[in-house]
């Protein structure tokens, strides 16, 4: 597993788990993953804040360089992480024809992989590296572009927020337990997505069991999604959407039901900067009627037999 950081002794000084070194100590630097959570210093943990401050170089898109100006203000920035790798020549990697696909593939693992080099060359250097990423690092992280090249024991997590749970406090309902729900399901349309098309017996699978449905990216095409949804799962099935999730100022939620969101989304111009919940937890008071539910299955349970009594 990929060391963790521990917090800062009586002194002052950070000391690595896994080998209790000071910075520097250990003879080559290592590569932190760090999670600034979903919106900024406000919604980061500390320690995030004090692994930033730990670091010497970073890669950062220039949004987070000015949200955390106070904690990497000096510090060499080398490169955005995520320009070009979601992109080319303009354009969105959903937008891309076939051949521009294929180029575009080869163009991000150059980039990749000249960019992995030049974080080569700084923990060689003896400097630790800060990778700055928002939300939760381990779930739909794209920091994992560069990690996975590096031995385990060269790289640090920095656990944080995600956007999930920003979203889920604007929400302010009990994704589960909440009423008769067994699952809670995150995922994204790319992920259910076979030969181009949403995979119906996958979201037939999903819509056999009650669950709470987190789709991230699910912005950019919200007629086939919805109406892939409406296939599986009834019309009035409640959902919402949580846009700029944890942002002072920019955070707001449209609900709506199945049967007519793709409508009100429509007229939506943002694509990317929201979180699609659907499911019944978004309906009266899920926590409450899940314990009372549970309450009378209990009952039926230990009534059932000479055992019981």
Same mark, same amino acid.
């Given at each position: ?24 100590? &250990? ?22 804040? *004090? ?10 898109? $220039? ?5 955390? =100006? ?31 696909? $294929?180029?575009?593939?080869?163009? &991000?693992?150059?980039?990749? @992989? ?11 250097? =003896? ?5 700055? *990423? ?39 309902? +009990? ?73 002072? =100022? ?16 429509? *007229? *939506?111009?943002? @694509? ?17 009627? +899940? ?6 299955? &209990? =009952? ?7 055992? @019981?009594?």
């Amino acid at each position: 597993m990929p060391a963790s950081l521990d917090s800062p002794g009586v002194t002052g000084e950070w000391r690595d788990a896994s080998t209790d070194a000071l910075p520097g100590e &250990r003879g080559s630097g290592r590569l932190f993953v760090i999670s600034t959570g979903p919106a900024g210093p406000r919604t980061s943990t500390l320690q995030a804040l *004090e692994a930033l401050e730990r670091v010497q170089v970073l890669a950062a898109p $220039e949004q987070q360089v000015q949200l955390f =100006g106070d904690y990497i203000a000096g510090k060499p920035v080398l490169f955005d992480p995520w320009k070009g790798l979601f992109d080319f020549k303009g354009k969105r990697v959903w937008d891309l024809g076939e051949a521009e696909r $294929e180029r575009f593939q080869e163009e &991000r693992f150059r980039l990749r @992989d000249e960019r992995v080099g030049l974080i080569r060359e700084v923990l060689a250097a =003896g400097q630790d590296f800060g990778l700055l *990423e928002t939300g939760n690092p381990c779930l739909f992280g794209p920091g994992h572009w560069y990690k996975e090249p590096f031995d385990p024991d060269e790289v640090v997590i920095i656990p944080g927020m995600g956007c999930d749970a920003a979203a889920m406090a604007a929400l302010g309902q +009990s994704t589960i337990p909440a009423h008769d729900i067994r699952y809670l399901v995150q995922t994204s349309p790319y992920s259910l997505t076979v030969d181009g098309r949403l995979d119906r017996a996958a979201l037939e699978d999903i819509a056999r069991h009650a669950c709470t449905l987190v789709l991230y990216m699910a912005l950019r095409d919200t007629g086939h999604v919805f109406e892939a949804l409406r296939e599986v799962l009834p019309g009035d099935t409640p959902c919402a959407v949580v846009y700029w999730a944890g942002y002072p =100022g920019r955070q707001r939620v449209l609900r709506g039901r199945l049967d007519c969101m793709s409508a009100d989304l429509s *007229e *939506e111009e943002e @694509d990317f900067m929201g979180l699609l919940f659907v499911g019944r937890f978004l309906e009266g008071k899920p926590y409450e009627a +899940s314990l009372n539910r549970l309450g009378r299955t &209990r =009952g039926r349970v230990a009534g059932a037999g000479p055992a @019981d009594e």
